[in-house]
DNA sequence: TCCATTGTGGCCCATACGGTCCAGAACTTG
DNA sequence: CAAGTTCTGGACCGTATGGGCCACAATGGA
């Protein structure tokens, strides 16, 4: 209520933050993605970030708290992109096909070998790691929902054979880009992995949108 | 030459291993299984194979020795139950049934739960460790050969629409077993994931046999 | 101006890590 | 039985880990 309120500010204010949250948490971010969690140390962590350790812990708790929320943040991040990308694409059915081919943007090879953050912590942690696979569940489920709206819009504008069910191609699309991810990161040959995800878009889709 | 083996053994011989070396790489293979690699440590390693530090680091060498071991050997493994499979294999077609269904035979979900410590492994360390990749890669291009070999049979059996390349839906069905590992492994509902693969598999092949 | 509060960064610690080494045991050969 | 060779398990080491702690700085309200 209102006097707590006072309570609250009854003293002086706090100092405030001399770092940007956000700058700090995609350095870390990306420190996770390359090296992975268990082989990143909280050395590295304070390293990109350019933190103390009173500051990094006070911000975010121990290293297992700031992970999660990381990988939270990563996952929100990609969902609200593939949204909007429903909402502003000229066709549902470009969402998907970007969604198979995005790996293959890259000509070097690079995004292809780093693969995704989500797919290499569940790999790496979900064992071990109950949230991660939880989270892991969460993410994937919504973008299979996404994916799923994005072919009933595509059926609607008669880009989709009729015979093809929307949820169950989805799914399959989801399972395709995790292949694919699996396999970018081995560092195979990127324009042979192009040519696997073409192949695996034109089976998904049968009629092409063109 | 000659004169040399007489060398080597002109003294006595050596105190024969106490250990069964297969077995300790199997128990070995578990627990980087289940921990991954970074996770695991050598304390784990000595409990599991039961032998003490110099023992282990006699037989196999390093951390990194001893793991790069036991993925080759489960590579090779994986490779040779494969190769058996397509020459006992009543039809071409059954061999890549069973690949891309493998995971959902067991309906606890563990073996889905689990991986593929090769998949595992390549999402882990990949980046930092090149041999991993490589090995990857290695194991993958032979899998995709050995699947391509099996539909070329099942068209030469007539199982197989014609219009078919079995060297690129041999990729395929690689690729849709890899996200299906992926997606296991977040624990997801092993009757969901069921549905996916044989959805996956009726998209691979289209003239289903039986 | 002083005070309460929180940010800041580095010092410090216990521990667990991977790896080396060694003393003794086990075994075959001469 | 003696010699030579390897196996065995544990003691030992240096290091780096994740994490706690604290003295000081900075801030805005009273």
Redesign the interface.
């Known amino acids: 209520m209102a006097h707590t309120v006072q309570n609250l500010y009854r003293a002086g204010m706090p100092r405030p933050r001399e770092f940007d949250e956000n700058r700090v948490l995609l350095a870390i971010r990306d420190e996770f993605w390359?090296?992975?969690?268990?082989?990143t140390s909280m050395d590295d962590l304070l390293r990109v970030s350019g933190l103390g350790k009173g500051s990094l812990y006070g911000a975010f708790g121990d290293k297992r708290s700031l992970f999660l929320r990381v990988l939270r943040d990563y996952d929100d991040a990609n969902l609200l992109v593939l949204r909007e990308r429903l909402v502003s694409a000229a066709r549902g059915i470009d969402v998907v096909r970007e969604f198979v081919l995005g790996l293959t943007g890259d000509p070097t090879g690079a995004v292809a070998?780093?693969?995704c953050l989500l797919?290499?912590s569940?790999?790496?942690?979900?064992?071990?790691t109950?949230d991660v696979?939880?989270e892991?569940?969460r993410s994937?489920d919504a973008i299979a929902t996404v994916l799923t709206a994005a072919l009933e819009r595509a059926r609607s504008e008669g880009a989709l054979d009729p015979g093809i069910d929307p949820s169950?191609t989805a799914?399959?699309a989801?399972?395709?880009?995790?292949?694919?991810?699996?396999?970018g990161?081995?560092?195979?040959d990127i324009g042979a992995l192009t040519v696997?995800a073409q192949?695996?878009l034109a089976?998904?889709l049968p009629t092409p949108a063109q």
């Open positions: 390359d090296k992975g969690y268990a082989a070998r780093r693969g797919a290499n569940n790999a790496e942690l979900a064992a071990s109950p696979a939880a892991a569940r994937y169950e799914r399959a989801l399972v395709a880009q995790l292949g694919l991810i699996a396999l990161r081995t560092g195979m696997m192949s695996a089976r998904l």
